[in-house]
């Protein structure tokens, strides 16, 4: 379990890529305090698992299903990467539930300055925008961030100096490819109304599911 609060920028070393897998080896510090090799780190908003580590940096074998779902197959040596440690159960829940699972992409159609701020506007498929609302949260590439406009085609979030900093969002440009996950919260909830005897959430309906 991750909270999307980015610890630390880390740059790809080498991506060791073949048709039937990937292994990446990303340079970092901050995470690699207290993680041992089977440990969780969030690469873009893509939990991995720890398979090495040596001074400096850490790999992580990436399987044929999670470079469909991601954008994780487009890094190259050099590419900047959001990094985070799984959450420890006496931290601060900073953002919000970020699984690390995640549910499709989005290609940036623009970024543009407001203020001290910069908007960043995401194309998205429908399957992702049902569950996006405004004022709710969103994870891209792994930053935990509020949604200031749905619209049928996009969402936007508007992005301070310190997470422009702190991140690699802004190292990508309109036409850049970014991972999503939704909200498990609104995931849940709509599965639960898929429900074929669904009629609403009622206290019947709540009592039923385990609520």
């Known amino acids: 379990m991750f909270t999307g609060i980015v ?5 790809v070393l080498s991506l060791e890529q073949t048709p039937q897998k990937c292994r990446l080896n990303i340079k970092a510090e901050i995470v690699l305090r207290g993680t041992i090799v089977g440990d969780s780190i969030a690469v873009n908003g893509v939990c991995l698992t720890v398979t090495d580590i040596v001074e400096g ?22 590419s900047p990467v959001n990094l985070e440690r799984a959450m420890a159960a006496n931290g601060r829940f900073g953002g919000h539930i970020v699984t690390g699972h995640i549910d499709g992409t989005g290609k940036i159609s623009s970024v543009k300055k407001e203020g001290n701020a910069r908007i960043v506007t ?31 085609t996009d969402f936007s ?11 690699a969002l802004l190292s990508k440009k309109a036409g850049d490819t ?13 599965r ?20």
């Open 192 to 211: 639960l109304l898929s429900v074929p005897e669904s009629k609403g959430i009622t206290r019947e309906f709540l009592l039923k599911n385990g609520f």
């Open 157 to 167: 979030v508007s992005i301070i100096p310190h997470t422009a900093n702190e991140t």
């Open 57 to 78: 940096m850490f790999s992580a074998d990436v399987m044929p299903e999670t470079l469909r779902r991601s954008s994780l197959g487009c890094l190259k040596a050099g």
């Open 7 to 11: 610890e630390e920028k880390g740059t």
């Open 122 to 152: 995401i194309a998205a498929p429908d399957n992702i925008l049902r569950l996006i609302v405004e004022k709710g949260s969103a994870a891209i590439d792994g930053i935990s961030l509020t949604v200031m406009k749905v619209t049928k």
């Open 178 to 190: 970014v991972n999503l996950e939704n909200d498990i919260v609104g995931k849940y909830v709509e």
